[in-house]
């Protein structure tokens, strides 16, 4: 058994003891507060019964004194519960993930689905029993969106993923803080919620906020407000002063009321959302890297003031004073105090300081998430190799490599495409592998691109752009059918390479939409077009005839095959990757075991 998987099984049980214990004492801090409100009660009915006025006092100071205490120690042990059984989720999830159980995960990244790109879709990057699904472990939107861009779109230099590579390394060293910062996303409030509304609101300034009198007068009126009114009931004289400034404060409230309010209800809903990222903050400070990339992007979160983590915390804590305006006690407070007004300034005051920076401080938490996610794979699977980037022409060199996806007893195969000899024909009967090979080299260069460990003894790739055409299908919608869908596909491949770019291209079974004759033609002018311009990739096909075109090229072309075998009317496949082209048919044969009956050809 892995020592990652037993880490985590112990992790799991131990969570599991800290979430029951905390429960119990979020229960018995329950009882108590039972007991205090009814203890009370009865000490301030026994005080009235014998007029014991200081007695009653007594009573009812220590009685909300207690009462509070103990409300604060039970909220405690909430938060302590909830966390223990966010990390218990976390750590079960992550045995989950090693035994091959993790089709169940929720977020599938179907959000980042798209028709036309050059190779998710064939690659099942997004969707059920996805790359994205088995790989993602972050909670925000901004760190699921930067993983999802990480996975599909490549970066344009090697420095980057190498950069990207030694954080991973250094990140899954750190399981219990990767775990704490997955936690506090988990637990808290629903942060896959774009906040692109409360960052357009982070900088956009309001002529409001630029009058300088009315700025004066909410802070002043309030405290002359509360002179007034205890000096009139100390002195024990009218009331009509202080009541002509309140008076005065309460149309002053009125002024630009519509815009004041539409600006603070914008806020209002993101009271818990804010608490969450101010955690998530906190925790990502809390931290000292050594690499490079950590290193550069905990600087960008520290300012020369207050840590981050307490600026988004005082956002919150205004925003949640702006969402008290739906108390009931509200119409009073705001009368009294100018509370829409002193929300107001004090968010006016934020956005000066730091709204400009909220965006990029969203990004760097993304980027960290995105990079936790990476480190999951290294620490689960430290056999696994780092790839080396190479800058120069297209090459793809791989020892054992096996799809990340499949459980441990996948078969592993060797691959190696580099000019001259840059394109791979791939042959084979029915369910040899052929389309899963195919798959297992383009997952493990998205893996690569990404700064991820691959599934692989040694893997060394360049930089290339990948293209795949695997799994096309009609548009309805656009009245392009599946035939026509893959010859546009097939056309962006083309130009690419012929723009001198370095490609990468996987296609299975190609031009399948049309006759036997015209695919053949068709598919053969195509390879030899991508050979000749530089290309690299892999075909899969049945078309045998195709296997000449190593013989006419001079070996730019190669041919390999998968092959089974028959024993006693079984059909075994062990998918391993043999030179040459497959002399082995096997439709009948599969036609007959679903049950079919076939004639003899005669």
């Not at 990468?504 to 000749?532: C, M, P, V, W």
Request: net charge positive; hydrophobic share 45%; aromatic share 12%.
């Amino acid at each position: 058994m892995r020592e990652s998987f037993k880490n985590y099984e112990r992790r799991s049980r131990a969570y599991q003891k800290c979430a029951a214990k905390a429960e119990t004492a979020f229960n018995r801090w329950y009882r108590w507060k039972i007991f205090i409100f009814w203890g009370g009660l009865f000490l301030l009915g026994l005080a009235f019964m014998v007029k014991s006025f200081p007695m009653g006092g007594a009573a009812l100071v220590l009685g909300i004194f207690l009462f509070i205490a103990v409300d604060v120690w039970q909220v405690k042990a909430m938060t302590r519960q909830r966390l223990a059984g966010a990390l218990e989720t976390i750590n079960a999830n992550c045995c989950k993930r090693l035994n091959g159980e993790w089709s169940g995960f929720q977020d599938q990244g179907a959000d980042f689905q798209t028709e036309d790109h050059q190779f998710a879709g064939d690659l099942d990057v997004f969707g059920p029993d996805s790359l994205f699904q088995w790989l993602n472990t972050a909670g925000t939107f901004h760190g699921r969106r930067q993983l999802a861009r990480w996975l599909t779109h490549p970066p344009e230099s090697g420095a980057v993923i190498r950069e990207r590579q030694e954080a991973v390394t250094e990140l899954a060293g750190h399981l219990g803080w990767r775990q704490r910062l997955m936690a506090e996303a988990v637990y808290l409030a629903d942060l896959k919620r774009d906040p692109e509304t409360l960052i357009a609101w982070a900088n956009d300034r309001h002529s409001l906020a630029d009058l300088p009198w009315l700025w004066s007068a909410v802070r002043l009126l309030p405290i002359v407000t509360a002179v007034f009114l205890i000096t009139a009931y100390l002195l024990k004289i009218s009331f009509y002063l202080p009541g002509a400034v309140i008076l005065l404060q309460y149309l002053l409230l009125r002024y630009r009321r519509r815009e004041r309010e539409s600006i603070l209800e914008r806020i209002a809903p993101y009271h818990q959302q804010l608490q969450s990222y101010a955690k998530l903050f906190e925790v990502m400070e809390s931290r000292r890297f050594q690499s490079s990339f950590l290193v550069r992007l905990q600087t960008e979160i520290r300012s020369k003031g207050r840590p981050v983590y307490r600026q988004i915390q005082r956002l919150a804590k205004i925003a949640d004073a702006v969402s008290n305006r739906h108390n009931a006690f509200y119409f009073f407070l705001n009368v009294l105090t100018l509370w829409d007004y002193q929300c107001f300034f004090a968010l006016a005051d934020w956005k000066e300081r730091s709204g400009s920076r909220l965006r990029r401080w969203f990004e760097v938490l993304g980027e960290m998430e995105a990079l936790a996610s990476l480190a999951v794979v290294r620490y689960d699977h430290p056999a696994w190799a780092i790839p080396g980037i190479l800058e120069g022409e297209p090459v793809y060199l791989a020892l054992e490599l096996g799809h990340p996806l499949l459980p441990e007893n996948r078969v592993c195969n060797d691959l190696v495409l580099n000019r001259p000899s840059g394109v791979l024909l791939v042959t084979g009967s029915n369910m040899s592998g052929k389309s899963t090979f195919l798959r297992t080299a383009g997952i493990n260069l998205i893996l690569a691109y990404a700064g991820s460990p691959v599934c692989a003894r040694e893997l060394t790739c360049s930089l290339m752009e990948m293209h795949t055409c695997m799994r096309v299908g009609d548009n309805l919608s656009r009245h392009i059918s599946s035939f026509y869908a893959e010859v546009l596909r097939v056309k962006q491949i083309v130009d690419a390479a012929a723009a001198g770019h370095k490609v990468f291209f996987l296609l299975d079974e190609i031009f399948k939409g049309t006759n036997s004759k015209d695919r053949h033609t068709g598919a053969r002018i195509l390879i030899k077009k991508l050979s000749r311009a530089g290309a690299i990739g892999m075909v899969s096909t049945h078309d045998l005839e195709l296997a000449d075109l190593e013989e006419e090229t001079g070996g730019r072309i190669k041919n390999c095959h998968f092959q089974e075998q028959y024993r006693e009317h079984e059909i075994l496949f062990d998918f391993k990757l043999r030179p040459g082209v497959s002399t082995t048919r096997n439709a009948l044969y599969l036609l007959r075991a679903a049950g079919i009956t076939v004639d003899d050809p005669e």
